[in-house]
T-cell receptor, first 111, second 111 residues
Framework: TQLLEQSPQFLSIQEGENLTVYCNSS?????LQWYRQEPGEGPVLLVT?????EVKKLKRLTFQFGDARKDSSLHITAAQPGDTGLYLC???????????FGDGTTLTVKP | KAGVTQTPRYLIKTRGQQVTLSCSPI?????VSWYQQTPGQGLQFLFE???????NKGNFPGRFSGRQFSNSRSEMNVSTLELGDSALYLC??????????FGPGTRLTVL
């Protein structure tokens, strides 16, 4: 079974701080996706990483895929209240189902 | 291009009733997946349809069923509702195995 573990589960920081959230697995994934979800809404795709060691930047967000394609991280620089939400990582499930999702990191950025 | 739409957005039912949820994918996307999201269980895969055929199925009881029409629109049905079925039901469409695009979800409350 391909599982994705995210840490931390909850994170509360002040505006302007930096943070990193992690997505780990013992399985190799062909790609990993990061989504952000706001309360009562569906997840919104932020990025897909495909190549081991790949780094992608989206404004203040930096995503990295581990060399072995078993883990990924999301780093946010100078967090803003608009970054508040549930961050989910996901990867294609080769055994069954469309994708495996992590349980998410709930980020709160206080003004 | 229009995103994934889901109707209705909110639904209140009582135990024992049945419910049908609808999803219209992004134009050109032939794969539609359904997920159940609850605070305790996270995002759980229900099933995936591709070209009117169920391609994958998650670990849910037979009370949960779905179908896909020739225009790729999909419906899911839950019969004999239980209190534990209260959740946000998310539909996602995709072109590849790597990325999914989610609708806003249907919030189902079972009383």
């Amino acid at each position: 079974t391909q599982l994705l573990e995210q840490s931390p589960q909850f994170l509360s920081i002040q505006e302007g701080e930096n943070l990193t959230v992690y997505c780990n697995s013992s399985s190799v994934f062909s790609s990993l996706q990061w989504y952000r979800q706001e309360p009562g809404e569906g997840p919104v795709l932020l990025v897909t990483v495909v190549t081991g060691g790949e780094v992608k930047k989206l404004k203040r967000l930096t995503f990295q895929f581990g060399d072995a394609r078993k883990d990924s991280s999301l780093h946010i620089t100078a967090a803003q209240p608009g970054d508040t939400g549930l961050y989910l990582c996901a990867g294609p499930n080769t055994n069954a189902g469309k994708s495996t999702f992590g349980d998410g990191t709930t980020l709160t950025v206080k003004p | 291009k229009a995103g994934v739409t889901q109707t209705p957005r909110y639904l209140i039912k009582t135990r024992g009733q049945q419910v049908t949820l609808s999803c219209s994918p992004i134009s050109g996307h032939r794969s539609v997946s359904w997920y159940q999201q609850t605070p305790g269980q996270g995002l759980q895969f229900l099933f995936e349809y591709f070209s009117e055929t169920q391609r994958n199925k998650g670990n849910f009881p037979g009370r949960f069923s779905g179908r896909q029409f020739s225009n790729s629109r999909s419906e899911m049905n839950v019969s004999t509702l239980e209190l534990g079925d209260s959740a946000l039901y998310l539909c996602a469409s995709s072109l590849t195995i790597h990325e999914q695009f989610f609708g806003p979800g249907t919030r189902l409350t079972v009383l």
